[in-house]
């Protein structure tokens, strides 16, 4: 009874942290998509077309989900909205900084006169330095990964291994009240350690 309370914990919480990873790959896409689309605007402007037209040939050459954002955007203008109102909705619907970076370099570049072609040039090496450096940190800290995920499934090896050598001294953690609440608080403990390891290992690089 006590293991079955501590599993149902544990898999009522899987949802939240299934959520969140979701969420950051999703993250992790569009940043990506935005670095390649802001490559395709600043290659389009500099063949001498307009910024509403390098948006419809990054929205026609990126991949989605990033590419219905940029249609949906150019939409709006289409039916008579503001390029200003236009990009506010669109960080909104892409909330991620990255997104708000671009919005305000091109607001701050229209109303100053500026050349929008090198400011987003400049915001897509930044964006380009910025993945580069994630990519360093993450081969830098996939050893404490790798030992963290390996320090969480030791203890299960060993309870798996003890009940194929020796059966009747491993019965008593399933069939016995003290038993569940050993393997009870062990789950408990590896599940608070992979939290505390990977908060160690996660290094953000914003």
Not at 40 to 47: G, K, L, S, Y
Not at 77 to 89: K, N, P, T, Y
Not at 154 to 181: E, K
């Amino acid at each position: 009874m006590i293991l079955l309370v501590v599993i149902g914990a544990l898999v009522a919480c899987l949802p939240v942290f299934v959520k969140r990873l979701r969420h950051e790959r999703r993250r992790e896409l569009m940043v990506s998509q935005l670095r390649q689309s802001l490559q395709n605007i600043v290659h389009a402007m500099r063949v001498g077309v307009g910024f509403t037209q390098a948006l419809e040939y990054a929205a026609k050459e990126g991949a989605e989900p990033l590419a219905d954002e940029w249609r949906r955007m150019l939409q709006s203008v289409r039916i008579g909205q503001s390029m200003s109102v236009a990009l506010d909705e669109l960080s909104v619907r892409v909330p991620i900084k990255e997104m708000k970076w671009f919005v305000t370099a091109v607001q701050i570049a229209q109303s100053t006169g500026g050349s929008l072609a090198d400011v987003l040039d400049t915001l897509a090496a930044t964006l380009q330095e910025q993945q580069t450096l994630r990519e360093k940190v993450g081969a830098l800290t996939a050893q404490g990964k790798a030992s963290g995920v390996l320090l969480g499934c030791l203890p299960f090896l060993m309870m798996g291994a003890l009940y194929l050598v020796a059966p009747d001294l491993a019965s008593p953690l399933f069939t016995t009240t003290i038993g569940q609440s050993v393997i009870g608080g062990v789950i408990v403990s590896v599940a608070i350690g992979g939290v505390i390891i990977k908060k160690i290992v996660t290094v953000k690089v914003d």
